[in-house]
């Protein structure tokens, strides 16, 4: 199945320090998503993107949508350790109403 | 607002058998998508459905069928399953078009 190319797979951290990770498509799309997934849920959304260019912040999460409609890249700042878990981006094109998902990348944060 | 409902949460079945998992949306969400996650393949995308009707599918056999109801809610069937079909099975509500809000989720595990 299609997936974006999402990097880096995983990250080892130490509390406090920032963290950054990005997606890169083949594809346009309208729309950039970011979910954070945790142990046996289901994802939770965390950033929508729906313009190129637009940067959006959540709290300590930072997300952008790259202006060729290609990429889009997720910063949390001071990390904790309960920002634990699978970040995962995904991309919506109205073209094909499917919501494409990276491949994730497993955050570790250690005290 | 009651979030996205899956039923059940774990499943245990035998090759051969088929499943049934259920999703209730988010009232007032008339579209409901299904995704497969495996450790190996990460999140793909089943089929997304819209007042009743499925609008996209994705790159699965024809085991795996799908159906929405007048009021949103959602099944999906597997059927004859096999070793392969072990996966935590997510579906997601939107509106219209995304972002999508996932539930927790069904883990099915076929022995």
């Known amino acids: 199945g299609q997936q974006l190319n999402q990097s880096p797979q995983s990250m080892f951290i130490q509390e406090g320090e920032d963290v950054s990770m990005n997606c890169t498509s083949s594809?346009?799309?309208?729309?950039w998503l970011w979910y954070k997934q945790d142990p046996g849920e289901g994802p939770v959304l965390l950033i929508a993107l729906y313009k190129a260019g637009e940067l959006t912040s959540n709290g300590r999460l930072t997300a952008q949508f790259g202006i060729t409609r290609k990429d889009s890249f997720l910063n949390i700042s001071a990390s904790i350790p309960s920002d634990v878990g699978i970040y995962f981006c995904?991309?919506?094109?109205?073209?094909?109403?499917?919501?494409?998902f990276g491949t994730g990348t497993r955050l570790q944060v250690f005290p | 607002k009651a979030g996205v409902t899956q039923t059940p949460r774990y499943l245990i079945k035998t090759r051969g058998q088929q499943v049934t998992l259920s999703c209730s949306p988010i009232?007032?969400?008339?579209?409901v998508s299904w995704y497969q996650q495996t450790p190996g393949q990460g999140l793909q995308f089943l089929f997304e459905y819209f007042s009743e009707t499925q609008r996209n599918k994705g790159n699965f056999p024809g085991r795996f069928s799908g159906r929405q109801f007048s009021n949103s809610r959602s099944e999906m069937n597997v059927s004859t399953l096999e070793l392969g079909d072990s996966a935590l099975y997510l579906c997601a509500s939107s509106p219209q078009q995304g972002p999508y809000t996932f539930g927790s989720g069904t883990r099915l595990t076929v022995v």
């Open positions: 009232s007032g969400h008339r579209s």
């Open positions: 995904a991309g919506l094109s109205y073209n094909t109403d499917k919501l494409i």
């Open positions: 594809s346009i799309f309208n729309t």
